[in-house]
């Protein structure tokens, strides 16, 4: 026969019961907390090591010199103007291909089979692994279109094809948020279905687009792998003079300083952590402000 | 004349169609007839028709004239010294073309400074001839499009034809970038089983890609059985890092939904998604630099055998990196469960955790099954933190504290260094792309089915 639970509240077994569930509640609750302070935590352990390491390498020499065998000399300007090059042909392409997808699939698209087949890729791509569209660009843009190897232009696009469809998934939710009321207006008083969207709806959704561009911009900063599969790891002496100049990049060089043996290499690889990691938190930082200061709720 | 030289010139001439269209659409607004476009749409119908078949010619041109100036120069007096074998031949062309071109300053062969100037002169006299061509073209366009503009001419209707022809065009991309990485990793991968076998591939216990320089050195062959690698990503991916974020990722969602202060909550949600944001170059350094040799020294003082490169370190890290990935997942599925079923679970007297273990999980359990599968093909597609810190020795083993290597890993290794492109080393590369490719595209198909099914149970 089971134990039946106790009915009187006032009995020493009732109270007995309910410590048990309270105590239980409160573990729960500690274990909770736990994982997150045990999260965080390491997020600080891992900020701070990294501070500690490498804020006596942010000097002068090294912000404004390039790659150098010797940690002294070394500095980062060749591998972040590189960056830079590389994000910048990343934005060329991946912010206009990824708003006129948006806006085609949230307003034009017709409903048949054709549609469905560029939402589903467009999905897919947004979960194919970075490494892949490194193989991409190394197959199609190196040996078949023979473009420049190691240079910004051909990482550029891989990256491009990657942040793509970040940019269409925030561009559509930006769109779509965007009330019928605005577009039935603009129908209303005679404009034309490209002119609702141009003229009204589109600078509506334009802070949400821009945010999730922006957040899509970062992830392609701090992307290693697919470049290394473009050979955007040589050894760059000088900074890269324009997009079809061999080049690399911030996260890589960090990779390449990473495996030197020479223990100098240790705080500029921090110091470089640093930089990258400044310029990653300062995006976000802007995706969060425009976001904050430009979402309307209808 | 550099080519941005030459587009500014079209572009510029663009403008000015644009302007002189919307001029003459202007004059007779107004007028007795009433005007079906705006000046504007009028300007850019002829400023469209001035640059965009100009701009088609030019990248035509850009294809053909190199063809054409290499037979100007072959044609020429200073070439005939030239040597008949190709590549040597080529070489000596393509330094000369860097010379004219201001890329190169000093050169190997002493023949590629005297057809240097034939080079330049060539450039300078096709690329007149393109941009003579380009303008023609574009007065021709423009001016036949300026005599369209008339008070019926629709040319709101043709420039709006035109936008959503480019907004259709944007949409193709990603089916093409779809369609090119099917097609490369196919393409290649079936070179690769031309010469190594898909069974011996998929099946294998030995991987070792070195291919020898002569071939009658030991292991000449290499050999690709890529089960290890197969073993290490999901040592690493799918069971070490997932004992790691599953429960750290699921309970500090539990806790930020459930418990914390709206403030708190404020604050530690956008501090924990950091850690989605930190590149993973850097989590591959800290693994390597910090976690890795605090890991040895545990496996030594435990007893084991322990490398200096272990799949724990890395998979410890990734499990960090994968936390906030795990924690929104499972934060939207519980967030999904009705409130009147949470509501139930207290009236009737469950205290929340009781609620929470016995109501809202089991209620979300779908939800978060896909979003550990999603979390799963994202950690097995991750590079940067195993190739810096979980080695490269191709084991097949259950201890944490040894070195495995995984797909990732293998492919930049394979696809690193100087060699040529076509030896089995670089295409086993795709192979296993091709891998990699098909079960995170499966793992995200089975997720999201999973998914779906959950939402349909509460709607």
Known sequence: MTKRAPTDWAGPDMQRRIRKRYAAERRFRMMGLFAVLLSAGFLAFLLITIGIKGIPGLTGTFLTGSDATDPELAGIWGAFKGSLLTVGVTLAIAFPVGVLTAVYLEEYAPRNRWTDVIEVSINNLAAVPSIIFGLLGLAVFLNFMHLPRSAPLVGGITLALMTMPVIVIAGRNAVKSVPPSIRDAALGVGASRVQVVFHHVLPLALPGILTGTIIGMARALGETAPLLMIGMRAFIASPPGGITDPATVLPVQIFLWSDEVSRGFVEKTSAAIIVLLAFLLAMNGLAIYLRNKFERRW | ?459
């Open chain 2, 1 to 459: 004349m550099p080519l941005w030289l030459t587009l500014l010139l079209i572009l510029g001439l663009g403008g000015i169609a644009w302007a002189s269209a919307r001029a003459r659409a202007r004059a007779f607004a107004g007028g007795p007839v009433r005007v079906h476009s705006l000046p504007n749409y009028h300007g850019w119908y002829v400023a469209l028709w001035a640059v965009l078949p100009a701009l088609l010619f030019l990248a035509v041109w850009g294809n053909l004239s190199a063809g054409f100036v290499h037979q100007t120069v072959m044609a020429s007096p200073e070439a005939a010294s030239l040597p008949s074998f190709d590549m040597q031949r080529d070489a000596i062309l393509a330094e000369a073309r860097g010379l004219a071109r201001g890329q190169l300053t000093a050169v190997f062969n002493p023949q590629s400074r005297e057809l240097a100037p034939v080079y330049a002169s060539a450039f300078q006299f096709y690329s007149l001839i393109g941009l003579a061509v380009a303008a023609l073209i574009a007065f021709a366009g423009g001016g036949w499009a300026y005599t369209r503009v008339s008070p019926h001419f629709r040319a709101r209707t043709r420039v709006e034809r035109l936008v959503m022809a480019v907004l259709l065009l944007a949409s193709m991309i990603a089916i093409l970038t779809t369609l090119g990485i099917v097609l490369s990793l196919l393409f290649e991968s079936l070179r690769f089983f031309s010469r190594v076998s898909p069974a011996e591939f998929l099946f294998g216990t030995n991987w070792s890609p070195q291919m020898a320089i002569r071939a009658d050195q030991a292991g000449s062959s290499g050999a690709f059985g890529a089960i290890p690698l197969f073993w290490g990503t999901v040592f690493i991916g799918a069971i070490i890092a997932m004992i790691v974020a599953i429960p750290l990722g699921l309970l500090s969602a539990i806790y930020l939904t459930q418990y914390a202060h709206p403030t708190t909550r404020k604050w530690m949600k956008p501090i924990l998604e950091i850690l989605a944001g930190v590149p993973t170059v850097v989590y591959g350094y800290f693994a390597a630099l910090t976690v890795a040799p605090a890991v040895r020294d545990l496996g030594l003082t435990l007893g084991l055998s322990a490398s200096s490169e272990s799949a724990l370190a890395a998979g410890l890290v990734m499990g960090i990196m994968i936390i906030p990935f795990v924690s929104s997942m499972a934060d939207d599925s519980i967030a999904a469960v009705p409130q009147a079923m949470r509501d139930g679970s207290l009236a009737m007297g469950a205290t929340t955790s009781e609620t929470i273990r016995k109501v809202l999980v089991p209620a979300a359990l779908p939800g978060v099954v896909g979003g550990v599968l999603l979390a799963v093909s994202r950690a097995i597609g991750e590079t940067m933190i195993v190739v810096m810190a979980a080695g490269l020795a191709a084991n097949l083993t259950a201890n944490p504290f040894e070195s495995v290597t995984t797909v990732t890993t293998q492919i930049v290794m394979l696809l690193t260094g100087d060699q040529e492109f076509d030896s089995p080393k670089t295409l086993a590369a795709f192979a296993l792309g091709l891998v990699l490719f098909l079960v995170t595209l499966a793992l995200n198909i089975i997720a999201l089915r999973v998914v779906k099914k959950y939402r349909e149970a509460y709607d």
